[in-house]
């Protein structure tokens, strides 16, 4: 029936009272070109966004494919580039075969939806990326969230379930930057004959031989059962995502993934980027370790002058903050004095504490590093100590 003149939307209000007094607004903040202050806020883990010759690649994609990939993969979204790039990506990272998809968010929600499905159970890692927690739900399959990290819970958990079965997990998780015991993992899940899809988002370019990703490092590189997903916007600087495996679940997701089949190709110029900095990344595998020195660095600094901060596994470092609150305040403090560091507030954070998350580069030199830690210490509340 007619419910005469109202505003659909005044629930919107609602809600964002509620965000505004609990401390969890959001804002965009659009950056400049160039900026004097320091950022450890990106992950371009590996200072590759801004090389000459990423820049270069990207531009000269441009000029030959154009500015966009002009339809899906399977019409006229493929290019040579495309091609180029996941036999790179398979190769450097140790598998059989590749798919760029537009984005790592795209290629999580492809990788579940396409090797899960109604009747299959996904076990994931209560502390997964969104996108991963978005694929179980549009996967149709059972899903069994288990403790953030825990072997023994992911074999219950597959105990529990007949007929196909597939445990999903973060390489490294994206909030404190701890890495997941992937050897464990891939036991209990040829235990139970399961396979096991790993994000390796935050693990490419960092960890492994010369950043060849988690996978390399835990010796899962190319095994059976195993499939990994990847961003290219990380330590690669560009912009996209991969899924790499056996080339029959590669063959498998072209024909049957909907985040490939439906959604416009990568653009070119991220493509030519990504092949230029996985190639560059092949030629300077000092990189990756360099990434592991300054987070190592940035944490002792901090918790040598008190600040709860999580030991990094790899380039990510979390420094724990009072309140939602005193982390706007710290992260816009920090800000003030010259240097950009995340904030992570709920429901980013699932545990409801709030954050810094810092982000180690190659490319800070010492005096940077010490320069990031003087101020993280200086505006840092003082409840944080």
Request: one cysteine or more.
């Amino acid at each position: 029936m007619p419910q005469g003149s109202f505003d659909p939307f005044d629930w919107i209000d609602e809600q964002a009272a509620v965000r505004a007094k609990a401390g969890l607004v959001r804002t965009l903040r659009p950056r400049p070109a160039e900026s004097a202050r320091l950022d450890l806020a990106s992950n371009d883990y590996l200072g590759l966004t801004h090389r000459p010759e990423v820049t270069a690649a990207a531009a000269e994609a441009a000029r030959r494919w154009g500015a966009g990939a002009t339809g899906s993969r399977l019409v006229t979204g493929s290019t040579r580039l495309h091609a180029d790039l996941e036999r790179e990506l398979a190769d450097f990272c140790g598998f059989e075969a590749a798919l760029v998809l537009s984005s790592g968010y795209a290629a999580n929600l492809a990788a579940l939806t396409a090797l899960s499905g109604h009747g299959s159970v996904i076990v994931s890692d209560a502390l997964n990326h969104a996108s991963i927690v978005d694929g179980c739900r549009l996967s149709r399959a059972t899903t069994a969230v288990v403790p953030h990290a825990d072997p023994d819970a992911v074999r219950k958990a597959l105990d529990a379930h007949d007929g196909r079965a597939l445990a999903v997990t973060d390489s490294v998780f994206s909030v404190d930057g701890d890495a997941a015991p992937l050897p464990e993992l891939a036991a209990a899940c040829r235990a139970y004959g399961a396979a096991l899809l790993v994000d390796d988002a935050h693990g490419l370019g960092v960890l492994g031989e010369g950043g060849r990703g988690a996978l390399n490092a835990a010796g899962l590189a190319g095994a059976d059962g195993v499939v990994a997903t990847l961003t290219l916007s990380k330590s690669l600087g560009s912009q996209g995502g991969a899924v790499l495996g056996p080339a029959r679940v590669i063959d498998h997701l072209v024909n049957t993934a909907r985040t490939f089949i439906f959604d416009t190709g990568l653009a070119p110029a991220a493509a030519g980027a990504a092949l230029a900095s996985a190639r560059l990344l092949r030629r300077e595998p000092e990189l990756a370790a360099r990434a592991r020195t300054v987070a190592a660095s940035l944490h002792r600094g901090l918790t040598d002058a008190g600040l709860t901060a999580v030991r990094p596994d790899a380039a990510v470092v979390s420094v724990l903050s009072p309140s939602p609150g005193e982390a706007v305040r710290w992260a816009a403090d920090c800000r003030e004095a010259g240097l950009v560091v995340g904030c992570f507030r709920p429901p980013s954070v699932p545990d409801g504490v709030s954050r810094l998350r810092l982000t180690a580069r190659a490319d800070l030199t010492d005096a940077q590093v010490g320069e990031a830690v003087a101020t993280i210490v200086r505006t840092a509340p003082t409840a944080a100590f």
